[in-house]
């Protein structure tokens, strides 16, 4: 994994996250070079500077759009918007839940994403899916050619968002395919947890199904032909889906994620790396728990030993050899329980391969190649592009 904070392992993923979804080295080392010595002091100060940094120069990215967009340069003001969105983003996922300057901060990402997605004519349909009187927002990336298709739904691990996803590549290679896909906020991540309040919860079928069941309504999508797939925390979430809602056609675990509950022991044990700064705090928000006590309570209930036997559709599991936030055994015991999915398959990404890191983020490129032929590949897709 690329390493511009010395020893500080939250702020260089954060780093590589803001790559996977197009960040420019240039801007990369014109934000975090001043950093350097807020790094140094651990993962937990100096965020609100992180925060600064990256602001000011999706700030810089806008207001360039903006000549262009006078200048009649659409596409490159979209390009350029698109950008400033990532960074505005990055910015925002490091901060702790209960500091103010972040909402206004991901309003601001938000408008952003949007005019850059009209701008450039990306292929990002905005979806909303009805859901205990409020809404799971998703970006729906169509397949060419006549439908109905096959769809893939992607949701968030603990702390990424949809766009997030979209903007790592996965959708785009799917459509390439003949697979559409919608990465989605579910409970606990992106709108979900910011605009509406909703917490997660360890039983993810209870938002699954009525997200399975909005989209096989859709006169686009092949109800027969709808997988589920998780990253990083999703590797739990989309097994627990796919197990107890068995309409789901195939499952994908993007980063397995076996037993969150041995991962908080250890991680309060400080044994392993964390995803963010603030690590308790998030986790609070993000459960919606009164305290810790009240967390890892719910931690308890999030593991997969005799949920994934349920599976009887196709599941491929994906892992990096190198993952510090999730050990390779985890990945291992999920396929090894898989007993009653006719097609199972773990891919494990090494030093060969690259993509080692935790959910590939140090090449993602290697696993949503895998990923994206793999479901094409079981959903009757094009490996060749030409889609027909």
């Not at 055994?329 to 773990?346: G, I, K």
């Amino acid at each position: 994994m690329f390493q511009y904070f010395p020893g500080n392992y939250v702020w260089n993923l954060s780093v590589n996250l803001a790559m996977e979804m197009g960040a420019r080295i240039g801007e990369v080392d014109h934000v975090c070079r001043p950093l350097l010595e807020a790094a140094a002091r651990g993962e937990d100060t100096g965020t609100a500077e992180f925060m600064a940094g990256w602001e000011a120069q999706g700030d810089t990215l806008v207001e360039l759009a903006a000549e262009d967009e006078a200048a009649g340069r659409l596409l490159s003001a979209g390009e350029k918007l698109g950008r400033a969105a990532t960074y505005f983003l990055t910015g925002e996922r490091m901060q702790a839940a209960g500091y103010a300057p972040r909402v206004a901060l991901y309003a601001k990402f938000r408008r952003t994403f949007d005019r850059g997605v009209e701008l450039a004519g990306e292929n990002a349909e905005r979806v909303e899916i009805p859901y205990e009187g409020a809404v799971l927002s998703g970006i729906l990336t169509r397949a060419p050619g006549e439908g109905p298709h096959p769809l893939l739904v992607m949701v968030n691990g603990l702390d990424s968002t949809k766009e997030m996803l979209f903007r790592t590549g996965p959708g785009a290679k799917l459509a390439a395919r003949g697979v559409s896909s919608l990465c989605l906020d579910q409970p606990g991540t992106g709108e979900a947890l910011r605009l509406h309040d909703l917490h997660a919860v360890p039983e993810s079928e209870s938002w699954a199904t009525p997200v399975y069941e909005f989209l096989a309504a859709r006169d686009d999508v092949d109800a027969d032909r709808i997988g589920l797939l998780g990253v990083s925390l999703g590797g739990y979430y989309a097994p627990r889906a796919v197990a107890f809602e068995p309409r789901f056609a195939l499952g994908v675990a993007w980063g397995a994620n076996h037993d969150w509950r041995a991962v908080q022991k250890a991680r309060r044990d400080r044994e392993g790396e964390r995803p963010v700064p603030h690590y308790w705090d998030h986790v609070q928000w993000v459960f919606g728990t009164k305290d810790l006590d009240d967390f890892f309570e719910v931690a308890e209930r999030m593991h997969l030993d005799g949920v994934v036997e349920e599976i009887r559709v196709p599941f491929l599991v994906t892992h990096g050899e190198d993952d510090r936030q999730i050990p390779l055994q985890y990945a291992h015991r999920t396929y090894e329980q898989l007993v009653n999915s006719p097609d199972r398959e773990l891919v494990v990404f090494t030093d060969r391969t690259g993509g080692t890191a935790h959910s590939s983020v140090d090449n993602g490129s290697v696993a949503t190649d895998v990923i994206a032929d793999w479901v094409a590949e079981r959903f009757g897709g094009h490996l060749d592009g030409r889609v027909s």
